[in-house]
């Protein structure tokens, strides 16, 4: 949500002589990109840049030993290299002693690039959480976010270097797409945040083995408009013998709803997670809301993810930022049950986001009641809903607001 609001006006009361306020959604200190049909521009193609180097995590395993050779070394070396990267996360020669030294920096210039630089880290004061911005190759600056919960270890990847979707609160999307990311840079995220876990930097260890245990697809970007790179990168999370081997139901993948691109995933039968910020139950609203609900409604969204479930029996979740007389009315919650209702029992479950208070803008907090109010009427409709714990927040890090600032710029030109 963008924190400075352009303008502000005279809150109006609530609910006054049975008038229900209705907020319309716009964008504030910032202009949104048009069509030539004044519609927001979604942009799904990747501007062509400058590819990353290709890194081992791009390759299938059988690639990896072509290029091993390829390298002038034998096809096996691709394996000891596979155990440092993923096994030990380092991606440094000089720690790769079981490789010979003839050839070893080739092999490793060769397959292990060099594709984030860290330009700042930001962390809480109990060490429990962090936020990263990285530098690619091409200067493009992205971010992930690392949180210790009890139990588990999450962490917030980006997919794409900006966003195309254009969703009139969201700060990635104010510049428009830079670049799909590859899936290696995808992959790399999760490795370094390993190397800094390892290393006992975030917060107070459980145990000695820890490692990023959940992922979640919700820093910069849309995923599912980096399909294949993602789902590639998906594939090296889970390996367990030539990737990180990862559990897919701690990975959650999430959209604003690409409708085919959800009907191709459920065909991958990869039991990921999978969560649709739906954020309004009505058309009317959401086009507004989250543009490309202009291309695929709510109705076949909901649909989308219906068969998801059908397919993988992995509940769905809806995340619904519950923000204050735009979205949050209890006529919407009522909908959004009868819609969920409508497709069957038991196989989704509903996230309402509270948001930080932003007085005197479109995009304000939800009063207290009026969330207890819409989480009471989804509830009683027999949806299992519970309020989803925004503590990347606290560094500015939470979904939608994962974007550079100039100051992240003027450090990136110096990393
Ligand atoms: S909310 Fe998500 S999909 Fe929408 S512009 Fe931001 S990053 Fe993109």
Redesign the pocket.
Known sequence: MPETPSTTRAPEPRGTAGAVRQVRPRTEGWQQAKDETGRPLLQFASPKRGKPPVHLADLTAEQRVEKAKELGLPGFRAKQLEKHYFEHYTSDAARMTDLPKDGRDELVAGLLPTLLTEVRRLQTDDGNTIKFLWKLHDGALVESVLMRYPGRITLCVSSQAG?????P?????QAGLTRNMSAAEIVEQIVRANALIRAGELGEAEHADERVTNIVFMG???PLANYARVMHAVRVMTDKQHGLGMSARGITIST?GLAPAIRKLTDEGIPVTFAL?LHAPDDELRDEM?P?NSRWKVDEVLDAARGYYEKTGRRVSIEYALIRDMNDHPWRAVMLAEKLNARGRGWVHVNPIPLNPTPGSVWDASTKAAQNEFVRILNDAGIPTTIRDTRGKEIDGA??Q?VATEEDERAAANA
């Open positions: 966003c195309g979707m254009n969703c609160f969201c700060a990635t999307g910069m970007g849309e604003v910020s989250i490309v979904c939608g994962l």
